[in-house]
């Protein structure tokens, strides 16, 4: 908590040209929102209540998205993912009615998996914190400066969409079509 108290200050105090101010504090609520209800989702005993926490995680993710500089990847996640798909989740978990008897029997059986899952996932994050910044390979990414007409990343990917990859999108489109009529 003092770490974040301190960068938080650093960045208030000496913003550099062009950077936002709190930026590592607005990365780290939305990190912690996700991780706190991601967390939420595998905790919850009611199901409604795991998929309203999968929306939070899901709307937490687009804000990040956002503060990497991708609106469109933040707007197909709002729109697709928390507007979409979240919402037949939860018409499936509303209208299926489960034995909560035969519930409890399933998931009794599989401690095995989830403690190898566990431990998989501890291995990795175990390795992460061993390699530090060296496990990430980032590049640079000019960020655009307030006030300049540069194009943006949705008008680049539609432009990509819609001249190099038209055969494949209709395609998808098409098969998107039948799978809605069927």
Avoid: C
Wanted: aromatic share 10%.
């Amino acid at each position: 908590m003092m770490l974040l108290a301190t960068s938080l200050l650093q960045q208030t105090a000496a913003p550099a040209a062009g950077q936002p101010v709190a930026t590592t504090f607005f990365f780290y609520l939305l990190a912690g929102i996700a991780l706190v209800t991601g967390v939420a989702v595998i905790v919850q005993k009611n199901p409604v209540h795991s998929a309203i926490s999968l929306v939070f995680t899901l709307l937490s993710l687009a804000g990040l998205y956002l503060m990497l500089y991708a609106p469109f990847v933040a707007g197909v996640q709002i729109i697709l993912y928390v507007g979409g798909i979240m919402v037949l989740f939860l018409f499936v978990i509303m209208l299926v009615n489960l034995d909560e008897a035969a519930k409890q029997r399933q998931f009794n059986r599989q401690w095995l998996v989830a403690l190898i899952a566990t431990a998989l996932v501890g291995a990795q994050i175990g390795w992460f914190v061993w390699k530090g910044k060296d496990a990430f390979r980032i590049a640079d990414v000019a960020i655009p400066e307030s006030g300049a007409s540069a194009i943006g990343n949705t008008e680049k990917i539609a432009e990509v969409l819609f001249t190099d990859y038209l055969l494949p999108f209709e395609i998808a489109s098409i098969l998107l079509l039948v799978a809605v009529v069927g």
